[in-house]
């Protein structure tokens, strides 16, 4: 395969890049020591702040694209070998090197996570990076106490990718799940993911800033963070967890030191991007495992093609999409 096709950022000058499907050749890949013939790739948030917005592209062209899931064709390391099946995800990826909307990818071999026995190609990017920090939350709620006798757990943008696959694996572990949402439109989709209750987001909004409230929560998934995060620490249960991963509700966080020293709240901070490669592994090797998503086999997924990447890119900005998109390429 000399020729590929790949979705490529330009930028003339403008304060937006351009957005073309291109056909480009193995000379234009970057450096790397394994090339992946990519299956499918994924949608998320941080795609949609890079391909539209411009944010975190250090020079153009560039392709975006932050998850890839596909087969080796070429590998000067000797851990991978044409035939294996591979995940990337994070470190550089469709941010400051060339991602998964493309036909034909070259990455570093320690970026590469080879497919666990238990996941198609598929199922990894229907997961992608926004499934993975959802498992990762779950893992380190774990590790930090929770259990399901604990008490409700809540996820924040809960139709989201983040918050739905959260909802998902919570539910499939036995927790009683609330999910919060601002597409009260999305409850029976929600119900079906597990979630026992849904509420709307403003429910979870601070108002006025109070440092302590009735505790609700032996846990909270926070994809979301400003007013809502600082809510969450106010109303979690003595010794209560948060995982914090994403700012779509904002990056200022109002809180004070008293549900920390009061009632012993641990607020986790969740890294997809340099989670190091032992946990990474781990984490998908559970993903395939115990944590694999129901939602994998029952839910509709929505496929898309290149050509339909930059209007999708755009609606998961405006808090649009539903769950997870895939976009396929093989
Ligand atoms: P999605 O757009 O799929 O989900 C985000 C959800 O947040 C939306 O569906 C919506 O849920 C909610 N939301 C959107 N806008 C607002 C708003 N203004 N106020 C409150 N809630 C809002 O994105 P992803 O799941 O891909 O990513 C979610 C966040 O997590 C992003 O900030 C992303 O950058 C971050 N992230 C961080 C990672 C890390 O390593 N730390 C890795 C992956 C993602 P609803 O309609 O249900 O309310």
Redesign the pocket.
Known sequence: MDHFRALVADNNGEEAPTLTIKNLTTADLPEGEVTVRVAYSSV???DG?VGIWGRMIKSYPHIPGIDLSGTVTESTDPRYKPGDEVIVTSYGLGVTHYGGYSELARVPASWVVPLPTGLTQREAMILG??GF?AALSVQRLEDNGLTPEKGPVVV????????SVAVNILAKRGYEVTA????LS?EAYLKELGAKHVIH?DELTETEQRPIRRPLWAAAVD????K?LSYLLSTLQYGGSVAT??????VEVETSVYPFILRGVNWLG????ECPMELRSRVWERLASDLKPTMLSNTIVNEIQLEQLPEELAL?LQ?Q?RGRTIVKLG
Do not use: C, H
């Open positions: 998320n948030y941080k702040m990076t926004a920090t924040a943008g809960a139709s989201g990718g983040v918050g919060s949402t601002g597409r999305e987001r994809p979301v963070g400003g809502t991963s994403g700012l779509t509700g904002g969740i890294d997809s991007v998961i808090g999409v």
